[in-house]
């Protein structure tokens, strides 16, 4: 009698778990950038950037919400002379470039009560564009803002099906129109993969 | 709890990872060196020149002193007779009528400065739960030294009645830079080699 009283509840509660949708998430990701533009400007991969994402469901497959990103793009130039009419310079520079991004996310979920949950999505927001370049004790500066469009996929891993967090992997593509006509740079573009962990709320 | 965790995490992230910069050590290898010259002056029609041996102005806001003496001027000035020797002009004392002189001088600058702000929420001064919020004051010391040359035209006064200004060169920083002493005794051969005008 016990036993079957036992086997009842489990059974309930596990059709409860099963019933469940997260229908919030919370992620934090490090964000590894290859730039792909203005490479005579940076041309190392970015290893320090990260993004913070939160998205709330619209559907039981479409999530949408705000990502913050921030990564730093460098270059180290060795010692050269630059001439400019009757003006030359002789020192190595150090550029960089810091980029911050914050968009309006939306992602589908190909599946989301499996432990692998695939998603495709978008993100379109603002960019902001800190060009920096460094020489001894000086320094010369040009901010700039832009659109920031950003497709991106990826997927989540749960090592449980109920648990209330995943690991993240995903991939993306930034378009940002933030130029620097100081440094005469174009638009700027970046690969990027992201690893980290995401908080399922429900 | 786990959003507590990214939410700090991602604070941490932030702050570690939002700005990096170059390390001192790494910007201060080398000395920046940067010349301009006057592309209305032709430095053929120049045959001789002065300039003060063994001394070097000084410009500074924290001693008096106009006058930068010792091994160092000597070899300041020893590296750019050696350099105007080369180029094919005849150094000669300035009582004897010089087409050009050559002033090397440095620039000193310590400055001090203070920022104060007051740690609110809301841009209050005086909060009802906390009571007054008491200034923070950050304290900044910056300090600079840049080597200045400069070649004029002893021939021609401008309407200013001063001295035409043909040629100039900074060097710096003397101050944070690795080795300045070595390192810009060297930079005055690399202000002559970016400023090929120089030259009979």
Same mark, same amino acid.
Request: proline fraction near 3%.
């Given at each position: 009698?016990?036993?079957?009283?036992?086997?009842?509840?489990?059974?309930?509660?596990?059709?409860?778990?099963?019933?469940?949708?997260?229908?919030?998430?919370?992620?934090?990701?490090?964000?590894?950038?290859?730039?792909?533009?203005?490479?005579?400007?940076?041309?190392?991969?970015?290893?320090?950037?990260?993004?913070?994402?939160?998205?709330?469901?619209?559907?039981?497959?479409?999530?949408?919400?705000?990502?913050?990103?921030?990564?730093?793009?460098?270059?180290?130039?060795?010692?050269?002379?630059?001439?400019?009419?009757?003006?030359? +310079?002789?020192s190595d520079l150090?550029?960089?470039?810091?980029?911050?991004?914050?968009?309006?996310?939306?992602?589908?979920?190909?599946?989301?009560?499996?432990?692998?949950?695939?998603?495709?999505?978008?993100?379109?927001?603002?960019?902001?564009?800190?060009?920096?370049q460094f020489f001894n004790?000086y320094?010369?500066?040009?901010?700039?803002?832009?659109? +920031?469009?950003?497709?991106?996929?990826?997927?989540?891993?749960? +090592?449980?099906?109920?648990?209330?967090?995943?690991?993240?992997?995903?991939?993306?593509?930034?378009?940002?129109?933030?130029?620097?006509?100081?440094?005469?740079?174009?638009?700027?573009?970046?690969?990027?993969?992201?690893?980290?962990?995401?908080?399922?709320?429900? | 709890?786990? @959003? %507590?965790?990214?939410?700090?995490? *991602?604070?941490?992230?932030?702050?570690?990872?939002?700005?990096?910069?170059? %390390?001192?050590?790494?910007?201060?290898?080398?000395?920046v060196?940067?010349?301009?010259?006057?592309?209305?002056?032709?430095?053929?029609?120049?045959?001789?020149?002065?300039?003060?041996?063994?001394?070097?102005?000084?410009?500074?806001?924290?001693?008096?002193?106009?006058?930068?003496?010792? *091994?160092?001027?000597?070899?300041?000035?020893?590296?750019?007779?050696?350099?105007?020797?080369?180029?094919?002009?005849?150094? =000669?004392?300035? %009582?004897?009528?010089?087409?050009?002189?050559? =002033?090397?001088?440095?620039?000193?600058?310590?400055?001090?400065?203070?920022?104060?702000?007051?740690?609110?929420? *809301?841009?209050?001064?005086?909060?009802?739960?906390?009571?007054?919020?008491?200034? @923070?004051?950050?304290?900044?010391?910056?300090?600079?030294?840049?080597?200045?040359?400069?070649? =004029?035209?002893?021939?021609?006064?401008?309407?200013?009645?001063?001295?035409?200004?043909?040629?100039?060169?900074?060097?710096?920083?003397?101050?944070? %830079?690795?080795?300045?002493?070595?390192?810009?005794?060297?930079?005055?051969?690399?202000?002559?080699?970016?400023?090929?005008?120089?030259?009979?």
């Amino acid at each position: 009698m016990k036993r079957s009283i036992f086997i009842i509840i489990l059974i309930g509660w596990v059709n409860s778990l099963q019933a469940q949708y997260f229908d919030k998430t919370y992620s934090l990701a490090l964000d590894v950038n290859v730039p792909l533009s203005n490479t005579d400007y940076v041309n190392k991969v970015s290893a320090r950037g990260f993004k913070l994402g939160y998205r709330e469901m619209i559907n039981e497959k479409l999530f949408g919400g705000v990502d913050f990103t921030n990564s730093t793009y460098t270059k180290h130039v060795p010692r050269k002379t630059y001439y400019n009419g009757t003006n030359a +310079l002789t020192s190595d520079l150090f550029n960089y470039v810091y980029s911050y991004g914050l968009t309006l996310s939306f992602d589908y979920f190909f599946s989301t009560e499996q432990k692998l949950m695939p998603y495709a999505g978008l993100g379109v927001g603002a960019s902001y564009m800190s060009y920096q370049q460094f020489f001894n004790v000086y320094s010369n500066k040009n901010d700039s803002w832009g659109v +920031l469009v950003r497709p991106q996929g990826g997927f989540l891993y749960k +090592l449980k099906e109920d648990a209330r967090w995943a690991f993240l992997a995903g991939i993306h593509y930034d378009y940002s129109s933030a130029k620097s006509k100081d440094f005469e740079l174009d638009a700027f573009n970046n690969l990027g993969v992201q690893l980290g962990v995401i908080m399922l709320e429900w | 709890m786990l @959003r %507590s965790f990214i939410l700090m995490s *991602g604070l941490g992230l932030f702050l570690a990872g939002c700005q990096p910069v170059p %390390s001192a050590e790494e910007l201060n290898q080398d000395l920046v060196v940067e010349t301009d010259y006057d592309d209305t002056v032709n430095f053929n029609n120049f045959t001789t020149y002065t300039l003060t041996l063994d001394t070097l102005g000084l410009i500074s806001n924290t001693t008096n002193d106009t006058l930068q003496l010792g *091994g160092y001027a000597r070899d300041v000035t020893a590296k750019i007779k050696a350099n105007m020797d080369a180029r094919g002009y005849t150094y =000669v004392d300035k %009582s004897q009528n010089p087409d050009l002189g050559f =002033v090397a001088f440095l620039v000193s600058d310590f400055s001090v400065y203070q920022t104060i702000s007051y740690p609110s929420y *809301g841009g209050g001064y005086y909060s009802p739960y906390y009571g007054y919020y008491y200034p @923070r004051v950050n304290t900044y010391a910056s300090n600079s030294t840049v080597l200045i040359l400069q070649l =004029v035209d002893l021939n021609t006064k401008t309407t200013q009645n001063q001295f035409r200004l043909i040629w100039r060169g900074f060097i710096g920083d003397l101050s944070s %830079s690795v080795d300045p002493y070595q390192k810009s005794v060297a930079a005055i051969d690399q202000a002559f080699v970016q400023s090929a005008i120089i030259g009979k």
